[in-house]
């Protein structure tokens, strides 16, 4: 039971901006406890994320740039899922457009809010293992700015450590797919 014995009661939902890959809304609840309030929510279709490890035990990143961060952040590859598409299509396309490897074997590693705070947005991760370079890749989003990046799993550590400048999602991720990538926990 996510809310309890009874759910919050719906009074009112209004859409204030349909956007190409997101929604915003706010909606007036009345809790169990007969509070009512206002929560603003970005409505999000969601989005899968790889973790695509090269024959070598690489992991092949992003460095892409982020309109919101005013910069360039380390990521593995990721895409918003369509609608009525299954994440697991999502990040297989995404990751051959982003980076120009195509995985012939695939891992869930699970699935995980993203900013629960303010979205409804959910990451669906996976491993993306047994890698194949593209001899002629599909190419980037007309408004994508992407850099590939080839990483050891304990170099990666050591930028999130060091504080460099990687998104939540990836970070979430590796440590989902540490257990695979033969690092000490």
Request: glycine letters at 8%; aromatic letters at 10%.
């Amino acid at each position: 039971m996510p809310f309890g014995p009874e759910p919050p009661q719906l009074i009112k939902q209004k859409l204030l901006y349909r956007g190409r890959k997101f929604n915003y809304e706010v909606i007036r609840l009345r809790l169990p406890n007969g509070a009512e309030g206002d929560w603003e929510c970005v409505r999000h279709p969601g989005g899968a994320l790889a973790i695509p490890v090269t024959p070598d035990g690489k992991l092949v990143l992003v460095r892409q740039y982020r309109f919101a961060a005013q910069g360039r952040l380390l990521e593995f590859p990721a895409g918003t899922v369509e609608p009525n598409e299954d994440p697991a299509t999502t990040i297989k396309r995404e990751i051959e457009e982003e980076t120009g490897y195509r995985a012939h074997q695939w891992r869930s590693l699970g699935k995980f809010f993203l900013a629960p705070g303010y979205s409804d947005e959910i990451i669906y991760a996976f491993l993306a293992e047994d890698l194949e370079q593209l001899e002629t890749p599909p190419g980037q989003d007309e408004d994508e700015d992407i850099e590939v990046v080839l990483m050891t799993p304990q170099a990666l550590e050591q930028a999130i450590l060091q504080g460099e400048p990687i998104d939540a999602k990836s970070i979430s991720s590796f440590m989902l797919a540490r257990p695979f990538l033969n690092l000490e926990i």
